[in-house]
Nanobody, 119 residues
Framework: QVQLVESGGGLVQAGGSLRLSCAAS????????MGWFRQAPGKEREFVAS????????SYEDSVRGRFTISRDNAKNTVDLQMNSLKPLDTAVYFC????????????WGQGTQVTVSS
């Protein structure tokens, strides 16, 4: 069973950048589709980005496409989210998640890391 730990959150001014990282334990990391989600105060958790097992297929929520980049390193068991041109609306707790394959639910979640973007 993979376990996930996020890092890299913090406070940044609008227009700035942050890089989130998710470290996974376990030998089967490369078999999982990985995703990033976020939850703002008073709102439901929403999808941000995903990446296929090999890293060859990525997907983004419309509001972050062109500003955020998801990547993974299967040798290091990590998945990163590079966030550029940050906006106050990006403020949320960001979660790393894993699922066994497309069409299956994300069933492994990290504890989350706070990202706050000031105006």
């Amino acid at each position: 069973q993979v376990q996930l730990v996020e890092s890299g959150g913090g406070l940044v001014q609008a227009g700035g950048s942050l890089r989130l990282s998710c470290a996974a334990s376990g030998r089967t990391f490369s078999t999982y589709v990985m995703g990033w989600f976020r939850q703002a105060p008073g709102k439901e958790r929403e999808f941000v980005a995903s990446i296929s097992q090999s890293g060859g297929i990525t997907s983004y929520e419309d509001s972050v496409r062109g500003r955020f980049t998801i990547s993974r390193d299967n040798a290091k068991n990590t998945v990163d989210l590079q966030m550029n041109s940050l906006k106050p609306l990006d403020t949320a707790v960001y979660f790393c998640a894993a699922r066994p394959g497309y069409g299956q639910p994300y069933n492994i979640w990290g504890q989350g890391t706070q990202v706050t973007v000031s105006s």
